[in-house]
């Protein structure tokens, strides 16, 4: 990524706020990222915690301005990061990589890799977005989390986290300006075929329904997850009323 101007940070509350309020003080480039080795209430979707460990995690926020992208398009933001991450794990031969919907990134059914996004909005438009991406890298264990991995778990090698950053926003770069560029349909197609269950029975519950037998469809171009019951009939769930079985 050319002429990125990356904040370095030995800790901070969260990466996502501190750009945040960078932004109301200044003009952000595009590409500006603020990395810390430790971060102290890291958030993921839904007002859930983001859990990292020092010095062995990848976190990270970056700011990117849009021209012209509509409010309606606001999912393609999602889906051309979760691509980004998908690239930079597959990069280094990560074992058995999926999107979970909305954004989580797993490896063997477990989930490494966590994005929040939050946009700024003028109007019917999307003025800009704060990207947040949290990797776990070199991690041996969770405790009480039996479904997070983190890279080394996932395939007993340790990496260079300075090189994991580097190779994901080069990836961001390249997702970003796809989607600057207009090319939604690739993205769309790009981001199903990587969904975590795809085509698959599995076990879900929403706030309606018990626990029950679903495949996993796709995702609607507005965000949507889109399951098949029993009976062939499809329904379409937004992130707060679907929960996944393991």
Known sequence: ????????????PSTNTYLKDLAKTCV??????????????????????WHSQPNN??????????????????????????LAVFSTLKHFKIPEISIKWPN???????????ILIENTIKGNLIDASIIGVGINVNEKQFKDLPLASSLRLATGNNFDISLVRKILLQQLEIELTRLENGDFESIF?????????????????????????????????????????????????????????F
């Open 1 to 12: 990524m050319s002429l990125v101007n990356i904040i370095k940070l030995n800790a901070t």
């Open 28 to 49: 952000l480039k595009d590409y500006t990222v603020v990395v810390t080795q430790r971060q102290t209430k890291g958030r993921g979707q839904v007002d859930a915690l």
């Open 57 to 82: 995690s990848l976190t990270l926020s970056v700011f990117k301005r849009f021209n012209g992208l509509q409010i309606s398009q606001q999912w393609y933001v999602s889906m051309a990061v979760s």
């Open 104 to 114: 989580d990134i797993m490896s063997r059914s477990k989930k490494c890799c966590g």
């Open 189 to 245: 197609s790009s981001y199903n075929q990587k969904l975590y269950r795809l085509d698959t029975v599995a076990v879900y519950s929403s706030k309606t329904l018990p626990a029950f037998n679903a495949i996993l469809r796709g995702v609607t171009n507005s965000g949507l997850l889109v399951l098949e019951n029993d009976s062939s009939q499809r329904d379409t769930y937004n992130l707060k009323e679907i929960k996944y079985h």
